[in-house]
T-cell receptor
Framework: DPKIIQKPKYLVAVTGSEKILICEQY?????MYWYRQSAKKPLEFMFS???????DNQTASSRFQPQSSKKNHLDLQITALKPDDSATYFC???????????FGPGTRLTVL | TQTVSQSDAHVTVFEGDSVELRCNYS??????LSWYIQHHGRGLQFLLK??????VVQGVNGFEAEFSKSDSSFHLRKASVHWSDSAVYFC?????????????FGGGTRLTVRP
């Protein structure tokens, strides 16, 4: 059974629209993260949360907003989508902040 | 600022060969280093990590890595590869303290194992 669920697996959006990427982990972990992987750049860290508190934000744009409604959820809202936002977005979690991280299968976002 | 360099973008070997995937890093403080594997179209799977003690660490599926402070390296090795080891391998570094938990990844090495 998958322990980190990301929904949807594939997502196509039009420029200027807004989407929410879902992440749920069932590992009992206390820290969650978002990373982005695109064809042009290596895997990039975006956010980290610990006990639902934002710990680190390395995303320059405020168009990316993480949302944590529960300890095991960390969704990613992206507004005013641009073609450059096209990438695979990975959610990860760790037992505690700083421990080894385990990754979900990713959501592949294409912005037309 | 931490950086990670994987000098080989592609490595091709035959099944049963040994392989070494190279990783060099730069960071001024205490760190921990890890390796991840990504099969095509999948998420990243954790292989192993190092932060202190024995510089040779064992991971899953027969992988091991050796830390060298003098060389700023953390190379991944496997004595005998299987076709299922074909994947992209990522080296990552993270600050080993409460100041940061973000993983900084190298560009990845695509390993192709030929039958």
């Amino acid at each position: 059974d998958p322990k980190i669920i990301q929904k949807p697996k594939y997502l196509v959006a039009v420029t200027g629209s807004e989407k929410i990427l879902i992440c749920e982990q069932y590992l009992g972990h206390n820290a969650m993260y978002w990373y982005r992987q695109s064809a042009k750049k290596p895997l990039e860290f975006m956010f980290s949360y610990s006990y639902q508190k934002l710990m680190d934000n390395q995303t320059a744009s405020s168009r990316f907003q993480p949302q944590s409604s529960k300890k095991n959820h960390l969704d990613l809202q992206i507004t005013a989508l641009k073609p450059d936002d096209s990438a695979t977005y990975f959610c990860a979690s760790s037992q505690h902040w700083g421990d080894e991280q385990y990754f979900g299968p990713g959501t592949r976002l294409t912005v037309l | 600022t931490q950086t990670v360099s994987q000098s080989d973008a592609h490595v091709t070997v035959f099944e049963g060969d040994s392989v070494e995937l190279r990783c060099n890093y730069s960071y001024g403080g205490s760190i921990y280093l890890s390796w991840y594997i990504q099969h095509h179209g999948r998420g990243l799977q954790f292989l192993l990590k190092y932060y202190s003690g024995n510089p040779v660490v064992q991971g899953v599926n027969g992988f091991e890595a050796e830390f060298s402070k003098s060389d700023s390296s953390f190379h991944l090795r496997k004595a005998s590869v299987h076709w299922s080891d074909s994947a992209v391998y990522f080296c990552a570094v993270s600050a080993y303290n409460n100041a940061g938990a973000k993983l900084t990844f190298g560009g990845g090495t695509r390993l192709t194992v030929r039958p």
